[in-house]
Nanobody, 114 residues
Framework: QVQLVESGGGLVQAGGSLRLSCAAS????????MAWYRQAPGKQRESVAV???????NYDASVKGRFTISRDNVKNTVSLQMNSLKAEDTAIYYC????????WGQGTQVTVSS
């Protein structure tokens, strides 16, 4: 059974940090690119950060320099380190696999207070 399970969300003050993790099972993790998306109220879901199976990363301009995506192919996890958080970062954050297996996690709420 495929599972992408996000964790690490919560409430943080502006300027603070959070680290999100996504634990994957039931997919060939090493063969998939992984991504973090987010969806704020009233907005479309958008890609935040992507990491290829080979470790190449790409970021949305709004988070570049503040967020870092990484993967651990031994633990089958993908993480998103979020620093210098802003109120505009408030959203539900979703883990996604693609390239071989296309699945979404259920999301984890990140709320940044001003």
């Amino acid at each position: 059974q495929v599972q992408l399970v996000e964790s690490g969300g919560g409430l943080v003050q502006a300027g603070g940090s959070l680290r999100l993790s996504c634990a994957a099972s039931g997919i060939v993790f090493r063969s998939n690119a992984m991504a973090w998306y987010r969806q704020a109220p009233g907005k479309q879901r958008e890609s935040v950060a992507v990491i290829s199976s080979g470790g190449i990363t790409n970021y949305d301009a709004s988070v570049k320099g503040r967020f870092t995506i990484s993967r651990d192919n031994v633990k089958n996890t993908v993480s998103l380190q979020m620093n210098s958080l802003k109120a505009e970062d408030t959203a539900i954050y979703y883990c996604r696999s693609f390239g071989r297996d296309y699945y979404w996690g259920q999301g984890t709420q990140v709320t940044v207070s001003s």
